[in-house]
């Protein structure tokens, strides 16, 4: 007995997760069909954006967004007094520039720094510097233009994570601080405006 109670969970669990599965197939699809991507300039333009689209200018992509959506959903928040949502608006327009150009602005200068340092052969000049390092980095295995490319899309990625553990207290918090202060015209928060900071 106490076998069956223990199998009886995992049962329950396995069937329902097939059964929640089952439900957005159809929901998205209709019954028993997938939901694919049929029309040819659609696959085109999500092709293009994958191999065009690095990790900086999705980083700019999201802070847009972020801008044309979150400074209103604090304009609308009527559980607090105007002071505290005019300062909430404005730190929040202020972290997310300042989030987005550090975000920006490192991720294109770590793919821009492990560019320099991937160079083909045939790419390395005469007049550079440093050039038994220009290509220190490139993969081992043969691979075509757009695969080096990916590859060093990916390797600046990575390197730009590493390096903004550090930005984010170096950077991002003192520049969200100024920026707060300016769009605030350098206006001292009154009282209750601190929950805001907190966020």
């Known amino acids: 007995m106490a076998v069956i ?4 969970p995992t049962n329950f669990l396995r069937s329902f997760k097939n ?3 089952q439900f957005a197939l159809n929901c998205i699809g209709g019954k028993n069909k997938s939901f694919t991507v049929t029309s040819d300039r659609a696959i085109n333009s999500f092709d293009w954006i994958g191999k065009n689209l690095s990790s900086a200018e999705n980083r700019l992509i999201l802070g847009a967004s972020a801008l044309m959506s979150q400074p209103f959903i604090d304009a609308a928040n009527k559980d607090v007094d105007d002071e505290t949502r005019r300062y909430s608006i404005c730190r929040t327009v202020a972290k997310i520039l300042a989030g987005t150009f550090t975000g920006y ?3 294109k200068l770590c793919i821009k720094s492990i560019d320099a340092f991937t160079k083909l052969p045939n790419e390395i000049k005469p007049e550079m510097k440093f050039k038994r390092l220009r ?3 490139l993969p081992t295995i043969k691979s075509t ?3 080096l490319a990916q590859y060093k899309n990916a ?9 903004m553990v550090f930005t984010n207290f170096i950077i991002d918090a003192p ?8 769009f605030t015209g350098h ?3 009154k009282e209750g405006v601190e929950n805001a900071k907190s966020r």
């Open 187 to 189: 206006t001292k928060p």
């Open 5 to 8: 109670n223990s199998v009886r």
């Open 155 to 163: 390797l600046g990625t990575l390197m730009a994570l590493g390096v």
């Open 19 to 21: 059964k929640a599965s």
């Open 145 to 147: 233009a757009e695969e």
């Open 135 to 137: 290509s220190c980095l």
């Open 105 to 107: 602005t490192i991720r």
């Open 175 to 182: 520049l969200t601080k100024w920026l707060t202060n300016v």
